[in-house]
């Protein structure tokens, strides 16, 4: 990887200042972000359909739909955000391994950690938090670890143990701004389709069925709002969708975290920095020349090396 193609700077950022910048980075690759939501969404979508033709389809069945499928969506996430933030050099790469096996062993290693967290969810709401940060980043890992040219793998987990701390809060933060933004990202596809449409998703149906004193009265107390949003397929579907593309955006942030944690408890900069130096070192031996001057500056919190060579 050539820090010159990085597209952000590598510096420490906190829970706030990654999720401003993940939005910025969705926005700049809106087009293929939301090619990536509509080929996870739309299946699900039919499937929701589908399966309420047969039986009743309820809250707890898009939760897990949500649970599982953003594991995919996240690794596709994961692998565009690299490219977007180190350059168009840096992608998921093992060696040995053709690309559809590498896609085919992140899918699945990706739902079998959905299903121990899920088991830890069920245990113990703790075991899971553990789980699902401890196992957060074997995506990132496997995007990063080629591109850095395979000089971190023997120091990221002592590093993410380190922060174990900061990144289950950061996870927290990340959890409930997507959560607020849901809730917001939902009533607002509700009154907007209303509007431009006049096709209600929930409020406004929930208005019509309202007018008799009985209906109002359940209104008031939850029973009407809480069947809809638990039974109705076209809510649940509404949910799902604003779900996933909430999550678009936490997963990048997620991402941002990691790099985060690199930079400030790894110095991966400086080493990267290095790194790259390095390599032009090589390539300039390899070519006949030879190197005249290596100088090095320290400014603030960036170090800067600087190398001369005369053929």
Same mark, same amino acid.
């Given at each position: 990887?050539?820090?010159?193609?990085?597209?952000?700077?590598?510096?420490?950022?906190?829970?706030?200042?990654?999720?401003?910048?993940?939005?910025?980075?969705?926005?700049?690759?809106?087009?293929?972000?939301?090619?990536?939501?509509?080929?996870?969404?739309?299946?699900?979508?039919?499937?929701?359909?589908?399966?309420?033709?047969?039986?009743?389809?309820?809250?707890?069945?898009?939760? +897990?739909?949500?649970?599982?499928?953003?594991?995919?969506?996240?690794?596709?996430?994961?692998?565009?955000?690299?490219?977007?933030?180190?350059?168009?050099?840096?992608?998921?790469?093992?060696?040995?391994?053709?690309?559809?096996?590498?896609? +085919?062993?992140?899918?699945?290693?990706?739902?079998?950690?959905?299903?121990?967290?899920?088991?830890?969810?069920?245990?113990?709401?703790?075991?899971?938090?553990?789980?699902?940060?401890?196992?957060?980043?074997?995506?990132?890992?496997?995007?990063?670890?080629?591109?850095?040219?395979?000089?971190?793998?023997?120091?990221?987990?002592?590093?993410?143990?380190?922060?174990?701390?900061?990144?289950?809060?950061?996870?927290?933060?990340?959890?409930?701004?997507?959560?607020?933004?849901?809730?917001?990202?939902?009533?607002?596809?509700?009154?907007?389709?209303?509007?431009?449409?006049?096709?209600?998703?929930?409020?406004?149906?929930?208005?019509?069925?309202?007018?008799?004193?009985?209906?109002?009265?359940?209104?008031?107390?939850?029973?009407?709002?809480?069947?809809?949003?638990?039974?109705?397929?076209?809510?649940?579907?509404?949910?799902?969708?604003?779900?996933?593309?909430?999550?678009?955006?936490?997963?990048?942030?997620?991402?941002?975290?990691?790099?985060?944690?690199?930079?400030?408890?790894?110095?991966?900069?400086?080493?990267?920095?290095?790194?790259?130096?390095?390599?032009?070192?090589?390539?300039?031996?390899?070519?006949?020349?030879?190197?005249?001057?290596?100088?090095?500056?320290?400014?603030?919190?960036?170090?800067?090396?600087?190398?001369?060579?005369?053929?």
């Amino acid at each position: 990887m050539n820090l010159n193609e990085a597209r952000i700077p590598f510096v420490p950022r906190t829970a706030s200042n990654c999720l401003d910048l993940a939005v910025m980075l969705v926005r700049r690759q809106f087009i293929a972000v939301l090619r990536l939501w509509l080929l996870i969404t739309f299946p699900c979508c039919l499937c929701i359909f589908a399966l309420s033709q047969q039986q009743e389809v309820s809250f707890l069945t898009i939760a +897990l739909i949500v649970f599982f499928v953003s594991s995919p969506l996240g690794i596709q996430l994961t692998a565009k955000a690299t490219a977007q933030t180190l350059g168009q050099s840096a992608r998921v790469r093992t060696p040995n391994k053709p690309a559809w096996r590498r896609s +085919l062993s992140l899918l699945i290693k990706g739902l079998l950690l959905r299903v121990a967290v899920l088991a830890g969810l069920f245990a113990g709401i703790l075991p899971g938090i553990w789980l699902a940060v401890r196992t957060g980043f074997f995506v990132e890992k496997a995007c990063l670890n080629s591109a850095a040219y395979g000089r971190h793998d023997s120091q990221t987990d002592q590093v993410l143990r380190a922060e174990f701390g900061d990144l289950v809060a950061r996870a927290c933060i990340i959890f409930a701004f997507c959560a607020a933004l849901w809730v917001t990202l939902f009533f607002t596809l509700d009154v907007t389709m209303e509007l431009l449409f006049g096709f209600p998703i929930l409020m406004g149906r929930i208005l019509k069925e309202a007018q008799s004193t009985s209906q109002q009265e359940r209104m008031f107390d939850g029973g009407l709002i809480g069947e809809w949003i638990t039974n109705d397929p076209v809510v649940l579907c509404a949910m799902m969708s604003t779900a996933l593309g909430v999550y678009c955006i936490g997963r990048v942030a997620w991402f941002l975290c990691y790099l985060n944690v690199r930079v400030k408890a790894d110095c991966w900069d400086i080493e990267l920095q290095f790194a790259e130096q390095v390599q032009q070192l090589e390539r300039f031996s390899l070519s006949g020349g030879r190197v005249n001057t290596v100088s090095r500056r320290d400014s603030g919190d960036t170090t800067t090396m600087t190398i001369s060579t005369k053929s």
